[in-house]
T-cell receptor
Framework: AQSVTQPDIHITVSEGASLELRCNYSYGATPYLFWYVQSPGQGLQLLLKYFSGDTLVQGIKGFEAEFKRSQSSFNLRKPSVHWSDAAEYFCAVGEGGGADGLTFGKGTHLIIQP | GAGVSQSPRYKVAKRGQDVALRCDPI?????LFWYQQALGQGPEFLTY????????KSGLPSDRFFAERPEGSVSTLKIQRTQQEDSAVYLCASSLDLASGVTDTQYFGPGTRLTVL
């Protein structure tokens, strides 16, 4: 069975500083990888996704993520965070089948310090 | 265009009551998913529909949970005889289902927060 680990429950970053959120997955074949963001009281918004090809993917709001097969990782990065980036971030993996419910990590809560 | 909508946004139920949660997917989306998100956790898969067919219900936690999508668009998640452990946010997502063998992007609704007293 596939699984996703987000080792950091909380991360605090100063506004303007760089950010990296970690995600490790467990899955035998090439996974389909996603990062979602969830603001309080809101649903999940897709930031970016990796299906195949270039291992560095660009997303919305200035986010990017790099797929590293050798490390089973898909870390999310942003060079300079804004106060509006404070939210809960979820990494998810899909198997690539039609009836494909995503498996999510437990999330990382991002706090932005002024 | 309109996204995925869910209603009600908030539901308070007394233990033992039945509840029904509604999901309106994005128009034209073939696939529909339900997830349960407990407080402080990531969403967990409950069930999946392709059009009106429920192809996977392996994530439903008990036989008190029932989902339907009779006309292949709107879906309802019903929980019978609610228990306190059912308190969670219930998220609905839909996707186009572009091709077999590909995990399509799922677009999520805002969720229904269920509180069972």
């Amino acid at each position: 069975a596939q699984s996703v680990t987000q080792p950091d429950i909380h991360i605090t970053v100063s506004e303007g500083a760089s950010l990296e959120l970690r995600c490790n997955y467990s899955y035998g074949a090439t996974p389909y990888l996603f990062w979602y963001v969830q603001s309080p009281g809101q649903g999940l918004q897709l930031l970016l996704k990796y299906f195949s090809g270039d291992t560095l993917v660009q997303g919305i709001k200035g986010f990017e993520a790099e797929f590293k097969r050798s490390q089973s990782s898909f870390n999310l990065r942003k060079p300079s965070v804004h106060w509006s980036d404070a939210a809960e971030y979820f990494c998810a993996v899909g198997e690539g089948g039609g009836a494909d419910g995503l498996t999510f990590g437990k999330g990382t809560h991002l706090i932005i310090q002024p | 265009g309109a996204g995925v909508s869910q209603s009600p946004r908030y539901k308070v139920a007394k233990r033992g009551q039945d509840v029904a949660l509604r999901c309106d997917p994005i128009s034209g989306h073939v696939s529909l998913f339900w997830y349960q998100q407990a407080l402080g956790q990531g969403p967990e898969f409950l069930t999946y529909f392709q059009n009106e067919a429920q192809l996977d219900k392996s994530g439903l936690p008990s036989d008190r949970f029932f989902a339907e999508r009779p006309e292949g668009s709107v879906s309802t998640l019903k929980i019978q005889r609610t228990q306190q452990e059912d308190s969670a946010v219930y998220l609905c997502a839909s996707s186009l289902d572009l091709a077999s063998g590909v995990t399509d992007t799922q677009y999520f609704g805002p969720g229904t927060r269920l509180t069972v007293l």
